[in-house]
């Protein structure tokens, strides 16, 4: 930095430089010369060391940090070299030693530093494991997915399909009777008729296959204890072995049906109503309404005769 001295002769400032300190310049006015002594200036004290770099920071600082950079001050050079004497010299080499004990200082303190960081992970091996890491996510997220779709394929029906099963009542449609209280799947909609007693028969027409519901009302003035339902059943089956020539092949089956125990009886069809068929029959009761429903067919749809049994529904 130079050195601010004003001339004696003139009163003109003028910049000395610090080589200069302790001597005497002449005045550079063309009309003046005179020799203007320049104060000495003492040596500035050497800078502090830097505090010491927390661990955190240093494990975050870039390559090109490693060397901490000393901002340098040096001296303007002299305008006239061959005036500096002999005294000068050793004060600047006693400051060029004093910055560099300083910064091998500095470097003492950042060895450590450094090796922490030569300890750390290089981009190049986080990439690696990252790389890694993604393959084991992928072959765990395949092995969920194929697991999965094994076990699904494990607990499908045939051919590896989990289809539920046709609907052996695809195409029929529902009957409703809001009257008598029920409801009933069946291949054609049905006709209603008033039959003996004043008992209401609910039948599709021909051809096979046939649903008939006979609807019987529950009479509030039965005697008390009077089971229409079981008394229905027991005449019905009577008369059919009655008439055995007509009714062949009669069968009968102790089950349970809409959470009561009945007895279902099957036989082949009368002659002259359907050709190599059976009829179904079963008897159910509720508060209002006995229910007796027929189910007619070959005897192939006869297999499916307990989906129709099952379509049945009664309306509270």
Known sequence: M????VCPGCGAKLNAPDAAAGKRVKCPKPDCGTAVP?????????PPPPPPVPKSAALDLDDEDE????????????????????????????????????????????????KKKKGGMSPALIGVLALVGLLVLGGVGYGVYALAFKKKDDTAGPGGSNTPAADPLAGWTEHRSDRDKFTIRVPRQMM???????????????PNPQVTVLVTDVKPNMPPGFDLRKTMETGTIQQYKNNSAVFKNMTEKQIQYKGQSITEVSFESPD???????????IVGFDKFVYLIIVGGTSD????????FDSFQYLK
């Open 272 to 282: 002259g109503i359907a050709e190599k068929s059976r009829v179904a029959v079963r």
């Open 2 to 5: 130079p050195i601010v001295v």
């Open 192 to 206: 209603m008729r008033t039959v003996g007693g004043g008992a209401r028969e609910y039948k599709n027409p021909p």
């Open 38 to 46: 320049v104060p000495a200036v003492l040596p500035e004290p050497a």
């Open 67 to 114: 060397a901490p950079k000393k901002p340098t001050k040096k001296p303007a050079r002299a305008v006239d070299e061959d005036d500096e004497d002999e005294d000068d010299r050793p004060r600047k080499k006693a400051k060029k030693r004093s910055y560099d004990e300083d910064d091998e200082d500095d470097e003492d303190d950042d060895r450590p530093k450094k």
């Open 301 to 308: 749809f006869m297999a499916n005769a307990d989906a129709v």
